[in-house]
């Protein structure tokens, strides 16, 4: 387990919400979203390049969906082990179209967890066991922007689902 985790359930017992920055993660978490391959995705494929993908078929604009961070995790040492599940919702935002078929646009992720039941991680104990701590809300928000290629014909159905939301 992550012992800066462990610092703020046990030690400072805060109980607020803290940031992937506060606990030392923001560059570790945030590249997963655009690697390939990462949460046991295709080689081709990140949850970025996928939502992307979605968007251009016409499919969304937003997502929400629950990722096992310890399936990145080099080993219960490494701290996106101690993340375990946690949610990741993105929504797309200010699309620009531009000649040749290309298009801009700003993908802004927010994730969240809950960090509780420290002692527990495998469950064993029915419930939560929260001895001498508090458990606590990681939540963190970025925005990448991005560059893709879309189908002349769909432009105008793209705007109209972004009207949709």
Do not use: C
């Not at 082990?81 to 179209?97: H, L, Y």
Request: glycine share 8%; proline share 4%.
């Amino acid at each position: 387990m992550s012992f800066d985790f462990f610092h703020v359930f046990h030690l400072d017992n805060i109980g607020k919400s803290i940031s992937l920055k506060q606990i030392g993660l923001e560059n570790k978490v945030r590249p997963l979203i655009k690697k390939n391959g990462a949460f046991g995705r295709s080689a081709e494929d990140s949850i970025e390049s996928r939502f992307i993908a979605q968007f251009v078929a016409g499919e969304r604009v937003t997502f929400s969906n629950v990722y096992n961070f310890g399936k990145e995790a080099n080993g219960i040492v490494d701290p996106l082990w101690a993340i375990g599940s946690a949610k990741i919702e993105g929504k797309i935002n200010n699309v620009k179209f531009f000649p040749g078929n290309f298009a801009t646009a700003d993908i802004t992720y927010e994730l969240y967890d809950k960090f509780t039941d420290p002692y527990d991680t495998f469950n064993w104990v029915k419930g939560e066991w929260n001895t001498n701590g508090t458990p606590y809300e990681i939540k963190d928000r970025w925005t990448n922007t991005v560059k893709f290629n879309y189908r002349p014909q769909t432009e105008e159905q793209l705007l109209q689902l972004l009207k949709q939301r």
